[in-house]
Nanobody, 121 residues
Framework: QVHLVESGGGLVQTGGSLRLSCAAS??????????MAWFRQAPGKEREFVASMRWSGGMTYYADSVKGRFTISREKVGAAVHLQMNSLKPEDTAVYYC????????????WGQGIQVTVSS
């Protein structure tokens, strides 16, 4: 069973930066990856898409709310991605989840445990 492990969350002031990382427990899992993504869920709200990257070609996609502030990137080896978050706002406060879409799947089927990001005003 492959696990996704997230790191890098924490507390930051408005306008600050954080870098989230996510890695699969099995690096060779990368051969099965179609895309990796970040989602987030704020208290009392539904989980929402933040950013994603297709493994082949490296196309990236972002939610309108984070465009120009967040950047998703990947490691060259293994199934690992990062989310660089700049100019953070209080509304970015949420639990952030890493997710993987398997090549044989129509949806993201692998999820990390989530990591808290808190932006103070």
């Amino acid at each position: 069973q492959v696990h996704l492990v997230e790191s890098g969350g924490g507390l930051v002031q408005t306008g600050g930066s954080l870098r989230l990382s996510c890695a699969a427990s099995e690096p060779t899992f990368s051969i099965y990856v179609l895309a990796m993504a970040w989602f987030r869920q704020a208290p009392g709200k539904e989980r929402e898409f933040v950013a994603s990257m297709r493994w082949s070609g490296g196309m990236t996609y972002y939610a309108d709310s984070v465009k120009g502030r967040f950047t998703i990137s990947r490691e060259k080896v293994g199934a690992a991605v990062h989310l660089q978050m700049n100019s953070l706002k209080p509304e970015d406060t949420a639990v952030y989840y890493c997710a993987v879409r398997h090549r044989s799947s129509d949806d993201y089927g692998y999820w990390g445990q989530g990591i808290q990001v808190t932006v103070s005003s």
